[in-house]
């Protein structure tokens, strides 16, 4: 099981990105799948989930910042981020909800400065 990650990068505060992650062997299917991150010295954290519907939760800290999509034919999960802020910064992960510890990989990197 393979997941390829792209979109990440460095922006300024404000700004946006679009983040995804294609999986291999179809393994999303019809699960609950999401995006979550990790800042330095901090615990990971889910940021937002999507059903196989399109039903999809946000943490309250990026509620109307942050959309979830997913494109089930193509077995890939996207997140575009808008009003980025520093604390934002982390590394982020898809997963299963809840989360598969054999499939975090490396995950992309998103830095906001200031």
């Known amino acids: 099981v393979q997941v390829v990650y792209s979109g990440g990068g460095l922006v300024q505060a404000g700004g946006s990105l679009r983040l995804s992650c294609a999986a291999s062997?179809?393994?999303?299917?019809?699960?609950?799948i999401g995006w979550y991150r990790q800042a330095p010295e901090k615990q990971r954290e889910l940021v937002a989930r999507?059903?196989?519907?399109?039903?999809?939760n946000y943490a309250d800290s990026v509620k109307d910042r942050f959309t979830i999509s997913r494109d089930n034919a193509r077995n890939t999960l996207y997140l575009q981020m808008h009003s980025l802020k520093p604390n934002d910064t982390a590394v982020y992960y898809c997963?299963?909800?809840?989360?598969?510890?054999?499939?975090w990989g490396q995950g992309t990197q998103v830095t906001v400065s200031s």
């Open positions: 062997n179809n393994i999303f299917g019809r699960a609950v």
């Open positions: 999507i059903s196989a519907g399109g039903i999809s």
């Open positions: 997963n299963f909800i809840p989360p598969n510890r054999t499939l």
